[in-house]
């Protein structure tokens, strides 16, 4: 089992910048592709962005957030991150890291391990 803990949401103006982490417990973090889903009030949770074992150019975004936001991750530090430019007020939100042992996917079905969220809310 994973345990995954996710930082830095906050309230931030639009067009504004945050970067969200989520450390991960276990010697196995190399081996999962790592996922960002978010979840607003009333809504469905959604796809975001996720990143392969190796991360590097192995990366998928939702069109929602492509050229805005960007996933990496540091294998080293157990860490994946989430960087958003660009903020918009639709992307409020409570953000979600997770694990999955299959191929990219953007469902989240496919994922694992959850973590239990960070709120990002972005004034206009």
């Known amino acids: 089992q994973v345990q995954l803990v996710e930082s830095g949401g906050g309230l931030v103006q639009a067009g504004g910048s945050l970067r969200l982490s989520c450390a991960a417990s276990g010697r196995t973090f190399s081996t999962y592709v790592m996922g960002w889903f978010r979840q607003a009030p009333g809504k469905e949770r959604e796809f975001v962005a996720a990143i392969n074992y190796w991360g590097g150019a192995s990366t998928y975004y939702a069109d929602s957030v492509k050229g805005r936001f960007t996933i990496s991750r540091d294998n080293a530090k157990n860490t994946v991150y989430l960087q958003m430019n660009s903020l918009r007020p639709e992307d409020t939100a409570v953000y979600y890291c997770?694990?999955?042992?299959?191929?990219?996917?953007?469902?989240?079905?496919?994922?694992?391990?959850w973590g239990q969220g960070t709120q990002v809310t972005v004034s206009s």
């Open positions: 997770a694990t999955s042992r299959s191929p990219i996917a953007t469902v989240a079905s496919k994922y694992e391990n």
